[in-house]
Nanobody, 120 residues
């Protein structure tokens, strides 16, 4: 079964850095768009970054601090986060859209989420 799996979350002090990774557990032919979402306690899930081709796009609150990148050969997406703030604390979810596997096409996949806790 093809799954989308995140890793790299954890506890980090304000001003610190983390890199999140997300990749498919099984082989796929292609994936049109990959994105990172986050959901803080009591808040709605929001998209923080996405990438298809070319440069990434970001929500205003993370511009200049977060960088999304994609390794097409590995079907992997990363989120490099620097200058982390307590407000960045959330569960971060990976999302992939228009995924073609060896057997069928899927409109999207969601990862299980990885917790980022920015605290002293």
């Amino acid at each position: 079964q093809v799954q989308l799996l995140e890793s790299g979350g954890g506890l980090v002090q304000p001003g610190g850095s983390l890199r999140l990774s997300c990749s498919f557990s099984g082989s796929i032919f292609s994936c049109e768009t990959m994105a990172w979402y986050r959901q803080a306690p009591g808040k709605e899930r929001e998209m923080v970054a996405f990438i298809s081709s070319g440069s990434g796009n970001y929500v205003e609150s993370v511009k200049g601090r977060f960088t999304i990148s994609r390794d097409l050969a590995k079907n992997t997406v990363y989120l490099q986060m620097i200058s982390l703030k307590p407000e960045d604390t959330a569960v971060y979810f990976c999302n992939a859209k228009s995924v073609r596997t060896t057997t069928r096409w899927y409109p999207e996949f969601w990862g299980q989420g990885t917790l980022v806790n920015v605290s002293s």
